[in-house]
């Protein structure tokens, strides 16, 4: 088809202190470059939906689904090349804005940006099962090498997942972002400017001062209630998280649970049945993307 040659939100990690939602809004799940595209060529190709599923939170899959039989079901009837690519590109469309909405995130529209060159040498990485490109592009630092190797090593475990075990797709997907997170453009800034220990959740534009900036480095971590900057990261289970949490029946009944290291914001929402953007707007985190362990949600 045409329109692939023309188109072409941890903290989640601060040295290892802070768990945030998983999100590709800052990174390119909206771009004909990004791994949710090759996941819908891979989908419409084989006639096989479940090649998106994982992308999306479970209770959008049947958005989805529909959405996709009808494109699908445009394109299998039209010999027309334009109308295979206004179907194609209507389905894209449409997964981009259920996968960010699951995500809490705005739909913006489809980017055609250039790919950032970390996140560019972190697929590389990826497709090659190796560091390397990574390392020679200048990405892998002293400073975030000890996380860079334990997110990866993390990816590479959920890597080769059966495409039908949507959930195992959805771990795949936590632990892809996290490690992609860590290459983007400002990544080290956002965290500097973010993380007040004082107050619990940060709100990024609260953030003042030069003294966060002290706050991400390697020695304020190590004192940090007795974690350690070596401390590797691995983001919780569905089912881990659902084995901490209190008895419930409404979201409010939540806002007594502690955030556990490893927690993520996509984690809790999985478990709990309730959107990223639900537990945002109940617990009044401004910024979806911090969350920190030992936090109570609704402090």
């Known amino acids: 088809m045409k329109f692939k040659s023309k188109m072409v939100g941890t903290a989640l990690l601060s040295i290892g202190l802070i768990v945030g939602v998983p999100t590709l809004a800052s990174a390119h799940c909206d771009t004909p470059e990004g791994p949710t595209y090759d ?7 084989e006639g096989n939906f479940d090649h998106i599923a994982y992308w999306v939170l479970e209770e959008d899959e049947e958005e989805l689904r529909n959405i996709y039989d009808h494109a699908i079901s445009v394109m299998e009837k039209s010999d027309d ?6 179907a194609e590109r209507y389905l894209f469309e449409n997964f981009v804005r259920i996968h960010r909405a699951g ?33 020679d592009g200048g990405f892998i630092t002293d400073e975030n090498r000890d996380v860079a190797e334990s997110a990866f090593e993390e990816l590479l475990a959920h890597k080769d997942f059966d495409v039908e075990d949507t959930e195992a797709g959805r771990e795949y997907v936590n632990a892809y972002v996290i490690f992609t997170h860590l290459f983007e453009e400002g990544h080290g800034e956002e965290h500097s400017e973010g993380h007040d220990h004082e107050d619990g959740h940060v709100h990024g534009e609260e953030a003042h001062g030069d003294t966060h900036a002290e706050e991400s480095t390697p020695s304020h971590a190590a004192s940090h209630e007795g974690q350690t900057s070596n401390l590797t990261w691995e983001a919780r289970t569905v089912d881990e998280i659902k084995a ?7 979201i409010e009944d939540l806002q007594i649970y502690k955030v556990v290291w490893g927690d993520t914001l996509w984690g809790i929402s999985q478990a709990t049945g309730f959107t990223v ?11 979806p993307d911090l969350i920190f362990a030992n936090d109570i949600l609704g402090k």
């Open 39 to 45: 996941a819908l060529q891979a989908a419409i190709d």
């Open 277 to 287: 953007e639900e537990l945002s707007e109940a617990f009044h985190i401004t910024n």
């Open 244 to 250: 901490d949490l209190p008895p419930y029946h409404s």
């Open 103 to 135: 995500e809490g995130a705005p739909y913006t529209g489809i980017s055609h940006e250039p790919v950032e060159p970390g996140i560019a040498a972190a697929d590389e990485s990826i497709a090659q099962e190796s560091l390397q490109p990574l390392e």
């Open 81 to 86: 090349e334009e109308i295979d690519e206004l």
